[in-house]
């Protein structure tokens, strides 16, 4: 296996969660992830990219953060709740 397969390997076990300790190491300690990166920015430079394709990312982003928040208000919510019944409970 050459170089360049074993580092393609090494982002594909990244992006699957299939490093083991060591090769994450290795990784942490590589250029190899940026000089991917800027490799696709150069191949890709001269491509436009769409708007619609940057919105649909950014609602999902979007998305994401807000479904984040509607878990977190209900919990406070609760233990709001949670401590006024045990002021009750122990003053009453």
């Not at 491509?47 to 878990?71: T, Y």
């Amino acid at each position: 296996m050459n170089k360049s397969n074993k580092e393609t390997n090494l982002i594909k076990k990244l992006l699957a969660d299939q490093l083991d300790k060591k090769e994450r190491k290795k990784l942490y300690y590589s250029n190899l992830i940026e000089k991917q990166m800027r490799k696709q920015w150069k191949e890709n430079k001269n491509i436009p990219v769409e708007n619609e394709i940057g919105n649909k990312i950014w609602d999902k982003i979007e998305n994401q953060c807000i479904k984040v928040h509607k878990r977190i208000v209900p919990l406070e919510l609760w233990y709001i709740a949670a401590s006024v019944a045990l002021v009750l409970i122990v003053g009453g």
